[in-house]
């Protein structure tokens, strides 16, 4: 079985600054099975990112994503107000069907 | 408007049971594979359990397997999760999330309902 593991757990920093979210897998997957979500107190997660690097559609250009193998990235380059939230990382597709990362918290500094 | 809403969550007993639906609207729901996904209070997301748009294949997560049984009816763009058996490990919001396409490649989550909450309580 695949796990996820996301680092920092909780990330605090200040708008404008830019954002380095890590998503670890537990052995090598293909990074067309990796997502990225958004989950803002009290909604439900909206999708960013799909196939490690695609942005999904009305998401803003400062969110990208990267990597391969076992490390993938999610990267913010500048955090408006609105992007303080927690985001997780999904493998799809693969066995276990699907596993989420724990999530990393980005909060105001 | 493209949406999902979730209905039938509430509080019930330990061994109880519990159906869920979900309604669909805005778009062609008989072309989409669909999921439950759930959210204990304060933690992460768990996926449920996924039916194709066919509902031939269906997968569950191991640990509702048994217990938890997805269908849909696609007359009624509807998507429903019985469950039963319920122990106080299932207390979360469940949300229905659309898979993007019927292949692996894209069954990553583009639309979510905004959930509703059961829970599992004496």
């Known amino acids: 079985e695949i796990v996820l593991t996301q680092s920092p757990g909780t990330l605090s920093l200040s708008p404008g600054e830019r954002a380095t979210l890590s998503c670890r897998a537990s052995q090598s997957v293909s990074s067309t099975y990796l997502a990225w979500y958004q989950q803002k107190p009290g909604l439900a997660p909206r999708l960013l990112i799909y196939?490690?690097?695609s942005r999904a559609t009305g998401i803003p250009d400062r969110f990208s994503g990267s990597g391969s193998g076992t490390d993938f990235t999610l990267t913010i380059s500048r955090l408006e107000p609105e992007d303080f939230a927690v985001y997780f990382c999904q493998l799809y597709g693969i066995s276990p069907r699907f596993t989420f990362g724990p999530g990393t918290k980005v909060d105001i500094k | 408007e493209v949406q999902l809403v979730e209905s039938g969550g509430g509080l019930v007993q330990p061994g109880g049971s519990l159906r869920l639906s979900c309604a669909a609207s805005?778009?062609?729901?008989?072309?989409?594979?669909m999921n439950w996904v759930r959210q204990a209070p304060g933690k992460g997301l768990e996926w449920v359990s996924y039916?194709?748009?066919?509902?031939?294949?269906?997968y569950y997560a191991d640990y509702v397997k048994g217990r938890f049984n997805i269908s849909r009816d696609n007359a009624r763009n509807a998507l429903y999760l019985q469950m039963n058996s319920l122990r106080a490990d299932d207390t979360a919001v469940y949300y229905c999330?659309?898979?993007?396409?019927?292949?692996?490649?894209?069954?990553?989550?583009?639309?979510w309902g905004r959930g509703t909450l059961v829970t599992v309580s004496s």
């Open positions: 805005g778009f062609s729901f008989s072309s989409y594979s």
């Open positions: 196939g490690a690097s």
């Open positions: 039916i194709s748009h066919s509902s031939s294949p269906i």
């Open positions: 999330a659309r898979s993007r396409g019927a292949v692996p490649s894209h069954w990553y989550f583009d639309l």
